[in-house]
């Protein structure tokens, strides 16, 4: 598999430059696949996915991580085919969106990350108030209104980048800004968050299998001597505790809007 670092004009890129460029192409290509669940998710979402499983030196979590995705979207097929039911297939998507939750908490509570895997279980908890709904090829997922559904999301992002910097580098943190930004703008685009999870999907995936071919090249192209200090110093305690109260207050407010 070419790597990015054999391209000379990706060695004159910024650093700027490059997570922009990145983050696009996450965002298209994740778009793309969400509603071409066959001609571009097999080819992009299915068969590289194994080539980077089988050939290429993964961590455990990425290789966990990559697994789960690699599943659901060649379940998705399946749903496209009638061979499960759409609805079902849905269901199975939030379940794994729970077990993914899960496997990142148990993580940070491995590391002693205890305000991040106070989020996480609160996350876990709130996916009960998210219904999915199949629509012939692809899926939506919303809470009751779409601002609840956004709080959600808001959480989960915050959430999901202190994961990011408890298990990863600082450059490889940089990397994840743009993953995680990458469904935001799918959903910007297109007025509706109640494609974000479809859109989130299916952006892991692809920056998954961009991470885990690159990532030497990716962490010497984001390596920041400023940026490392920010996520240190967000990695405070007094820090942690903050973005877990602002996490917590986000996920009552959807729990109120969504019961009430």
Known sequence: MEKLNDKSWFKNLSTLGLLILLTLLITIVSMITSYQP???NIPINVILPIIVLLRLETVFFEKLK???LLLMRILIVFAVFDIIPGELYVKIVLIFLCINILEATLTDLKKKKYC???TGIALIGTVFLIEGTWLDYY???TSDG?????LWIIAYTIWNWIFVTNEFSSSIALYHIGVLVAPIIG???KLDPALWLIFRGN???VAGIIQIANKQYLEEKFESRSFTNFVEATSKKSIQVVLMMVNLMLLIAMVIISLY
């Open 66 to 68: 990559l697994s789960t």
């Open 38 to 40: 066959v001609w571009c």
């Open 139 to 141: 899926y939506i997922a």
């Open 146 to 150: 779409a601002i609840s559904m956004i």
């Open 187 to 189: 959903i910007l685009l």
């Open 203 to 205: 952006s892991l995936t």
């Open 116 to 118: 991040n895997v106070i």
